[in-house]
């Protein structure tokens, strides 16, 4: 017998709340302080965040702007159910960085950019991570790495 179909919802709330929540946290803010920078009022801000409602994107964004996260983060973390993927990308805005990179590529490919392997674009991902180490980002010299912050880096 199959489950209840309102599970997979069930697990993306608590998902998406467990998200907000680490963001929060991370972002030393209250619940007051978030739901003033949205633009919506404190119950509707700690219903969103308790995974009440819809998965609501226009919440999404203006939370991660209030927070100064990274919307994509926001949505990967619920989608592959690892709350982390949002705190890694707080910061460099990595997903939503690479979001404009690739609105960039289609301006200049237009409709070709179907064409291009997936195995080029891995490459190039590669190829920008050797030349990001080779520039000293590597893991221990990157803030908020615990070797980075035993060794006094941050």
Do not use: D, F, I, W
């Given at each position: 017998m199959l489950g209840s179909p309102?599970?997979?919802?069930a697990r993306q709330a608590r998902l998406l709340?467990?998200?907000?929540?680490?963001v929060k946290t991370e972002r030393?803010?209250?619940s007051l302080?978030?739901?003033l920078k949205m633009g919506v009022a404190l119950?509707?801000?700690?219903d969103f965040e308790k995974g009440k409602g819809d998965f609501d994107l226009w919440k999404i964004r203006r939370f991660a702007k209030a927070t100064r996260s990274d919307a994509i983060g926001i949505v990967l973390a619920v989608m592959y159910g690892n709350p982390r993927i949002a705190l890694i990308t707080l910061r460099s805005k990595i997903l939503m960085t690479g979001w404009i990179g690739f609105l960039e590529l289609w301006r200049t490919l237009g409709d070709r950019l179907h064409v291009i392997p997936a195995a080029q674009i891995l490459l190039g991902l590669?190829?920008?991570?050797?030349?990001?180490h080779h520039l000293g980002l590597s893991r221990r010299s990157l803030p908020g790495s615990s070797t980075a912050s035993s060794s006094g880096l941050i």
């Open positions: 309102s599970a997979p919802l709340s467990r998200t907000l929540k680490l030393r803010m209250t302080e978030v739901s119950r509707t801000y700690q590669r190829k920008m991570g050797e030349h990001l």
